[in-house]
DNA sequence: TATGAATGAGGTTTCATTCAT
DNA sequence: CATGAATGAAACCTCATTCAT
């Protein structure tokens, strides 16, 4: 993970991208504003100096670091949606539930949504770049499966706000559990089981009832 | 929230909650690394060597502040979740549910939580502490009323995990995109109507169905 | 010897002295610049403010302190030496020896020289004057002592200047060696002893000698 | 003395040194506790920042100071001490007294000795490593000396720690006269006469007498 | 392109001194 | 007289950034 190649071995055209990931590891141990370029640099296999040779500054890099991640995931997340939500919107949100699940307990893969939660208060610009770049990317494509469920008569007629949240809420809760809160002793859970076992939930809980109280 | 009133007319014991409430403020503005004591002690009205007469030094004012927050959070959690738990388990969670997302919605109060998240990669151990204070009781207090609620015969058997991250998620989630990633044209939700769709969907997605399956 | 004793028992009038007092020990353990005003005033049994109302500053205290000690070495010092040096010097510079030797190996007493010569460099005046106040009169009083020796037939004709360094060195070698240098398995010397066999060289060198060069 | 020429000039790998010599300078004028990293950098030629690149801490460069000056000293006096001490024990003193005053007469060489004297209350480790490696290799060459004496018939019989301090005492002496308790008006000895003058007192002091009292 | 020495602003922390009570 | 809260000027140390090589 950590680069360790020499330099020489090398090709001078992935030096920005070997800065970002090591740039990426710093910030999530130690936050932003405790990480420092040189230990960016080092674990990049680089002086400090050849650093600025790539980025203007640090914050140059966290920016690039939020973009790069931000596109990432907004396409994962967009191309996954979409991907059978006509057809059948339970069975698309069980594939989105488990990927979402398996990525984000990869800490290398949260490590930038959670870094971004982190410095929203110092760069609020962040924040809302991320906010629209992935979180409306997301919120818009969980609606899209809602409202498409309601019209094939699979999903009860509830508030989108609020569905938005129940299909979105347990995840994020997994995400924290399982990386910042964790602790050593926590049971390794299987995230297949586990979407599916949320699924069952959720999907129950919007579908149409015969006889129903509430 | 500023503190303005001279020094000489407040109360010395004071002090310390002052200090306090003036570090969660710069605290949450701009990260605890970049938080510099002179801000702090000028927001508590307070000359920087004053503050050190309270606190030995930035990070005491940290675990301080955490601690503080934890004891508040974790006992109102679980008196709540204790209230009524037993005879109607759905009453029961509406009734959080509303108070957690009312609680959260208020920067000032989901200000700690976020600072622990926040510096979490940085101070492993407020992380470890505020998952045994704060999150396992909550999870807890969650797994009890579920439990309860299959007793009764008003909740169907399901996984417990999953459970506690559908009644638990909706409301992170939330506290996340009305605090951290809110945008200036965000509608103003009623924390008591979302509380209820919320509710209605997780509710319903745990009740026992007469002829169904997943 | 550390001021434990209720404030109110006390008499008002040694609230100085024991300010000094505690002052001297505090500023041979750390130092002047390390030593606190805080620490001295505890060790007085009294505030920070306190200290203030009898002594201006922490330069103040230094100088009162070494003024106190030097009127009393140098009280000491040109009246033993005077003390039947004209019968019989050489029993005047055993008497002298044995004194000094235990004076100077008891911590207490050897604090202020030590201190003076510790703050020497940042204190140029303190040094000229301890040097006037009290090594000349010792210096002095070695001097009259050597010369009158030397008219009763009872010394040599040799260089005043080595003689006196020959008479005084010793002592100071020693005071060094049993307090700052002090190591915990050195030997405990009995000064009686030490004083007499040194007292033997230095005065058998300083005897006439019947057929001899050096 | 001061370094000013401009750093580019100058070799990297000579730093260390050039901050040493300049911390030697700023404590013996100062003291430890009130020298500023700010003025050792200016006098070595460098910005505060460029000494933390050569040291870790201001103590750092005490302690590297205090070895240095260590290894120095305990060097040369060994090397002297034993240079024809076993011919001649007479000749082999003069010889390491006059060295000993002409060295110790410099303020640049007695500098180190002065420092560790001074700062001996707040890092006794300083003082201890000082006893051991320097004090302690002068002690032993020293009763080597005088034991040799002893066995040649040169000396008396006398108790090796009076002698030992008989025969550094003076230098002590004088080398805290000549540096620290220095007044402007003060003769300026030649070091080859004083070193005379003492010898013919210490070692006639020594020397066994055919009729003698004592 | 790469290095690593150097800078200097800025932050935390300490502490002599003051002053209202 | 005495206290202890408060101040504010340093001082140490860190680190983003620059630059000569």
Redesign the interface.
């Known amino acids: 993970m950590t680069a360790s190649i020499r330099t020489a071995r090398r090709r001078p055209e992935d030096r920005p991208d070997e800065i970002l990931s090591a740039a990426m590891e710093v910030f999530?141990?130690?936050?932003?504003?405790?990480a420092r370029v040189e230990d960016i640099a080092r674990r990049a296999g680089l002086s400090k100096g050849a650093v600025y040779l790539y980025f203007d500054s640090k914050v140059a890099m966290l920016k690039a670091l939020v973009e790069q991640s931000a596109g990432r995931i907004a396409n994962a997340a967009s191309t996954l949606s979409l991907m059978g939500a006509d057809d059948d919107p339970e069975q698309a949100y069980r594939a989105i539930l488990k990927m979402a699940l398996t990525a984000l307990s990869d800490p290398e893969i949260s490590a930038a949504p959670?870094l971004v939660?982190?410095?929203?208060?110092?760069f609020p610009e962040l924040?809302?770049f991320?906010?629209?770049r992935v979180?409306e990317v997301g919120r818009t494509a969980m609606g899209h499966l809602i409202r498409t469920g309601r019209r094939n008569g699979r999903f009860r007629d509830?508030?989108d706000?609020?569905?938005v949240?129940?299909f979105?809420?347990?995840?994020?809760?997994?995400m924290?559990?399982s990386t910042?809160?964790r602790?050593d002793d926590d049971p390794e859970?299987d995230p297949g089981?586990?979407a599916d076992?949320?699924?069952?939930?959720?999907?129950?809980?919007?579908?149409p009832?015969?006889?129903?109280d509430?």
Do not use: C, T, W
């Open positions: 999530s141990e130690k936050g932003f504003a405790a959670r939660l982190s410095e929203a208060g110092r924040a809302q991320y906010r629209k979180i509830v508030a706000e609020a569905a949240l129940a979105i809420g347990p995840v994020v809760a997994q924290m559990l910042v809160f602790l859970l089981d586990l076992a949320i699924a069952d939930i959720v999907l129950n809980g919007l579908k009832r015969s006889v129903n509430a």
